[in-house]
């Protein structure tokens, strides 16, 4: 029976990114420079790739969405648009997944967690996950000092000629959704681009719901759940000649919105609002020799981010608090590649935080940050292997008190691929990585929910793997991945959400995490215009409490994280109407590490359908209509945070 099930789970996932491919190519006049995205079918460890075209082809309306399309990923979601959202790896955490906007890792010294919902899918060309050390040694030694790393990156569309070009979107939809975006986008010289984007996003998120108290059933509506957000971008490139290149990026992000917070029976009132803002400058310099043997790649960033919370039904301003975290970071890193085979890599990092706060608790915390990480890579015809160390360094102080204990790490790491046909792509892979993640601000300092004393993570991650891609005829193609892990965390720490903004946090002591990501993409080619493609992934992922045989609690899966999950998309690709449906769902999960009674969440299967329409005049317009949650499921990501039901939104997209 269970290999049966293994037969299903593997015809019905899928990862798109067994089909990305690395591409610089010429199209109506504007050469489109993507990032280089190993196939997770090549790479020594687990790679997945959502391009633009896939995001439009399978029906991928936010982000959120689109990491639900990506195995072994879990999503905390607080519903509507503008709710938080943060992700987590394989039962790793959200502070154990890096987050990468064009190349540099986002910060949240805070409480480390990054709320996925401040970018939209408008300007993104692409989302990657990379879990463990793939085979890209030329990075950074933050994104090495994770044990996963989400990339997002904008749309990278340079244009040859000399005219203006120009991308806008308007979107509305159910609940009060307005979504206008605009792109500028113009070459001055031969070696020098600029563009600028703008967008603002407005929604009431007034959705109704279903509450069930006991054997009291009432109709609901969300309410004080407003929000409204802008975010601008500036990408200025130079070509300075044929081997370097300077790419500056300036960002700002606002939201206002309102905290509806967790449903009570008897009341919906609620006061709590939270006004985010976010700017930051990034430059990405790289350049190599005239043999290309040596390459420099150089960073450097500024993050200013402040939080401002209040509750108006406290008068006084009892419960608001502010936070205002900066961040000023560079690395270097320098790849060398004596022979043809060998490559090797040194980065260097270093970062400065610091926070305040408008609390009277506040101590005003700091840390300095050094990464070092030394890389080696063999490849020689079908055999891969990646052997890494990482060197860590992090000291702590405090401007009004006793700051927590230095920290310092040497974390290794191991990755290889074999090819086992030399005629056909079906690969088997391993990898073995040891990372050391510090406490947070919020995790080591904060009044209440904070502990100097608490102790940092360390987590050990083996992952074994197959992969399999084939073209089965000249109109069908396949390709499959199955990858087993283990990781083992000792001195846990664990965020469990106490409501939007505030979480408490402990240590678990020692977790046990196994589990399975599996995952299919097919075609099937009718002819030059007609594609058939299903596509879908799975994940089962047990993530236990195993600190003492003796307590009561041992063995317990652990908050928000669930066993089974997974998604799967059928588009059909034509001349008339492209059209896709979609589901997502998992099992369900507990509200807290003891498993209280009560504080089940139950599963859920939340399906769409999405139709498009590009038609050529003169430039390009996309019609888009897209149905969400089309059977009205009634669930809950979070506890008592009910997700939206029903819903359309629709959009029209020109470029020209």
């Known amino acids: 029976m269970r290999k049966i099930l293994l037969c299903?789970?593997?015809?019905?996932?899928?990862?798109?990114?067994?089909?990305?491919q690395s591409d610089s190519i010429l199209l109506d006049d504007v050469e489109v420079i993507a990032s280089a995205h190993k196939s997770s079918v090549l790479s020594t460890a687990p790679v997945q790739y959502l391009g633009s075209n896939d995001l439009l082809k399978f029906g991928v309306t936010d982000i959120s969405d689109a990491l639900h399309r990506l195995a072994g990923i879990n999503i905390l979601d607080y519903g509507g648009t503008g709710g938080m959202k943060t992700v987590s790896v394989r039962g790793l955490g959200s502070q154990h997944t890096g987050v990468s906007y064009d190349g540099i890792t986002l910060s949240e010294c805070q409480n480390g967690e990054i709320d996925l919902s401040r970018y939209t899918l408008n300007n993104v060309g692409g989302v990657s996950l990379a879990i463990g050390d793939n085979d890209d040694i030329f990075i950074p030694a933050r994104q090495a000092a994770y044990p996963a790393v989400l990339s997002i990156e904008t749309l990278k569309t340079l244009p040859l000629d000399y005219r203006a070009h120009l991308?806008?979107?308007?979107?509305?939809?159910?609940?009060g959704l307005f979504n206008p975006f605009v792109k500028y986008t113009q070459r001055y010289s031969n070696s020098f681009v600029a563009s600028v984007s703008?967008?603002?996003?407005?929604?009431?998120?007034?959705?109704?719901?279903?509450?069930?108290?006991?054997?009291l059933i009432t109709h609901e509506k969300r309410t004080h759940n407003k929000m409204d957000s802008y975010h601008g971008e500036v990408d200025l490139r130079w070509s300075i000649n044929r081997l370097s290149n300077l790419w500056t990026k300036v960002y700002y992000y606002d939201n206002n919105r309102l905290l509806p917070g967790q449903v009570v029976y008897y009341t919906n009132i609620s006061g709590q609002s939270l006004h985010d803002k976010n700017a930051f400058l990034q430059t990405l310099f790289t350049t190599r020799s005239n043999n290309g043997n040596l390459s420099l790649k150089v960073n450097a960033k500024v993050n200013w981010a402040a939080s401002i919370y209040k509750d108006a039904v406290y008068p006084g301003g009892i419960k608001d608090a502010s936070y205002w975290q900066r961040e000023y970071y560079t690395s270097a890193s320098l790849l060398y590649t004596p022979v043809e085979h060998i490559a090797f890599d040194y980065s260097l990092d270093y970062a400065y935080n610091n926070l305040n706060s408008s609390l009277a608790t506040d101590t005003r915390p700091y840390r300095n940050t050094i990464l070092q990480s030394l890389t080696a890579k063999y490849s020689v015809n079908r055999f891969t292997a990646v052997a890494r160390i990482l060197h860590s360094v992090y000291l702590n102080g405090e401007k009004d008190g006793e700051g927590s204990k230095d920290m310092r790490r040497l974390s290794p790491s191991f990755s290889l691929a074999y090819k086992l046909l030399e005629n056909q792509d079906l690969f088997v892979r391993a990898s073995y990585k040891s990372i050391f993640r510090a406490p947070t601000f919020t995790e080591s300092y904060y009044y209440l929910y904070g502990s100097r004393d608490l102790k940092p993570e360390i987590t050990t991650q083996f992952n074994v793997g197959i992969t399999w891609k084939q073209n089965l005829s000249n109109r069908m193609d396949f390709a499959a991945t199955l990858d087993a892990y283990i990781n083992n965390v000792k001195d846990k720490i664990v965020a469990v959400p106490y409501n939007m903004f505030v979480w408490t946090h402990i240590n678990v002591g020692k977790v046990l995490v196994h589990g399975i990501d599996a995952s299919l993409i097919a075609s099937y080619h009718f002819d030059s215009q007609q594609t058939l493609s299903l596509s879908g992934n799975y994940t089962y992922n047990k993530c236990e409490n195993r600190t003492m045989k003796t307590s009561e609690y041992y063995r317990n899966q652990l908050a928000y994280m669930p066993v089974h999950s997974g998604s799967a998309s059928l588009s059909y690709e034509n001349p008339w109407v492209n059209m896709s449906i979609h589901g997502t769902g998992m099992s369900?999960?507990?509200?807290?590490?003891?498993?209280?009674?009560?504080?089940?969440?139950?599963?859920?299967?939340?399906?769409g359908i999405s139709i498009y329409k590009t038609i050529d005049i003169g430039g390009k317009l996309t019609l888009r209509g897209d149905i969400l949650n089309i059977f009205n499921k009634q669930y809950n990501i979070i506890y008592m945070y009910p997700m939206p039901g029903r819903s359309f939104t629709m959009s029209a997209t020109y470029s020209f």
């Not at 991308?167 to 609940?175: A, M, P």
């Not at 369900?588 to 399906?607: D, F, T």
Request: aromatic content about 14%.
């Open 8 to 20: 299903i789970i593997l015809c019905l996932t899928y990862d798109s990114s067994v089909m990305a």
């Open 167 to 175: 991308l806008t979107e308007i979107k509305t939809g159910s609940f």
């Open 198 to 215: 703008s967008e603002y996003t407005h929604a009431d998120n007034n959705f109704p719901f279903t509450l069930k108290n006991i054997s």
């Open 588 to 607: 369900m999960r507990w509200a807290n590490n003891e498993h209280y009674e009560g504080c089940n969440i139950p599963g859920y299967l939340e399906a």
